[in-house]
């Protein structure tokens, strides 16, 4: 037998039958058996994983993104890889349901630290993260969730070349940023690497989301001017979820060979009065 025969063997083995959404039961591989097996091969868990779905068997942690995504779809997601700027509250809640969807590859970047103004509303921030690099914490808790993704880390403030030398391999970025004139300096990066950017502002209540294709300019006046709505009408943990399921939504869509449903439009929402509405551009 081949070394590749040999494994699914094993894997096949090892595999239980899980049902899934009323359907047939799936063979289905847990966490421990893929660790063995990690241990065993000295392969990574991220290739024992897109090996199990080529050959029909399941990881169980993905076991209820089936259905709604393949196992072609998951594949998919697992040989990606995705740029993140920014990981404060959007890119907080953006990196953990790219890692839990398992995004294969994530690129993030933030040179802040987490003080006590962020615990309102940032996933990553806790009262023992204050104080500590954002992408410091992005990182470990990313391997806490999910060790089979990759992610590379960087507390710096990129410019305009730290961001299109940081991000130049991704197939999709996230604007997880604050502040007006860098979210324009990431659009603009975004079009010079001909790669889909999926971004989102988040004001108060409200939220504004997203999807510049490549090769499509952003609405000029999509963020406004001057340090943004932000500053005035603070940022309330709703709104930043809602704004960052979106977000991820559309980014998964994208890395799963989907066309997005934003693009060339804009998911308006606005939770003190329950509205939502999309926008042509």
Same mark, same amino acid.
């Given at each position: 037998?081949?070394?590749?025969?040999?494994?699914?063997?094993?894997?096949?083995?090892?595999?239980?039958?899980?049902?899934?959404?009323?359907?047939?039961?799936?063979?289905?591989?847990?966490?421990?058996?893929?660790?063995?097996?990690?241990?065993?091969?000295?392969?990574?868990?991220?290739?024992?994983?897109?090996?199990?779905?080529?050959?029909?068997?399941?990881?169980?942690?993905?076991?209820?993104?089936?259905?709604?995504?393949?196992?072609?779809?998951?594949?998919?997601?697992?040989?990606?890889?995705?740029?993140?700027?920014?990981?404060?509250?959007?890119?907080?809640?953006?990196?953990?349901?790219?890692?839990?969807?398992?995004?294969?590859?994530?690129?993030?970047?933030?040179?802040?630290?987490?003080?006590?103004?962020?615990?309102?509303?940032?996933?990553?921030?806790?009262?023992?993260?204050?104080?500590?690099? @954002?992408?410091?914490? !992005?990182?470990?808790?990313?391997?806490?969730?999910? $060790? *089979? /993704?990759? +992610?590379? =880390?960087?507390?710096?403030?990129?410019?305009?070349?730290?961001?299109?030398?940081?991000?130049?391999?991704?197939?999709?970025?996230?604007?997880?940023?604050?502040?007006?004139?860098?979210?324009?300096?990431?659009?603009?990066?975004?079009?010079?690497?001909?790669?889909?950017?999926?971004?989102?502002?988040?004001?108060?209540?409200?939220?504004?989301?997203?999807?510049?294709?490549?090769?499509?300019?952003?609405?000029?006046?999509?963020?406004? @001017?001057?340090?943004? !709505?932000?500053?005035?009408?603070?940022?309330?943990? $709703? *709104? /930043?979820? +809602?704004? =960052?399921?979106?977000?991820?939504?559309?980014?998964?869509?994208?890395?799963?060979?989907?066309?997005?449903?934003?693009?060339?439009?804009?998911?308006?929402?606005?939770?003190?009065?329950?509205?939502?509405?999309?926008?042509?551009?």
């Amino acid at each position: 037998m081949t070394q590749a025969e040999t494994l699914l063997s094993r894997m096949q083995a090892l595999a239980r039958e899980e049902e899934c959404g009323g359907g047939p039961p799936l063979p289905t591989l847990t966490e421990e058996h893929l660790r063995t097996l990690s241990w065993e091969t000295g392969q990574g868990l991220r290739d024992l994983q897109i090996f199990a779905l080529r050959h029909g068997i399941t990881p169980a942690r993905y076991l209820r993104n089936y259905r709604q995504l393949s196992l072609g779809d998951q594949e998919r997601l697992l040989l990606s890889r995705a740029g993140l700027a920014g990981l404060g509250g959007l890119g907080g809640h953006l990196l953990e349901s790219l890692v839990r969807m398992g995004v294969g590859r994530i690129m993030v970047a933030d040179g802040d630290r987490f003080d006590e103004t962020n615990l309102n509303r940032q996933l990553l921030s806790e009262r023992e993260t204050v104080g500590m690099a @954002k992408a410091e914490v !992005a990182k470990r808790r990313s391997t806490e969730i999910n $060790p *089979a /993704v990759g +992610v590379q =880390a960087t507390s710096r403030t990129l410019d305009r070349q730290g961001f299109l030398t940081f991000f130049r391999d991704v197939d999709v970025l996230f604007d997880g940023l604050g502040g007006v004139a860098v979210k324009k300096l990431l659009l603009e990066c975004a079009g010079s690497m001909g790669v889909p950017l999926v971004t989102a502002a988040v004001a108060g209540w409200s939220c504004i989301v997203t999807t510049i294709m490549p090769g499509e300019s952003g609405p000029p006046d999509l963020f406004g @001017k001057g340090t943004g !709505a932000e500053e005035c009408l603070g940022c309330l943990a $709703p *709104a /930043v979820s +809602v704004a =960052a399921a979106v977000q991820c939504s559309e980014g998964v869509r994208i890395l799963c060979g989907n066309e997005p449903t934003l693009a060339g439009k804009m998911l308006a929402v606005d939770l003190s009065c329950g509205a939502f509405e999309v926008l042509e551009l």
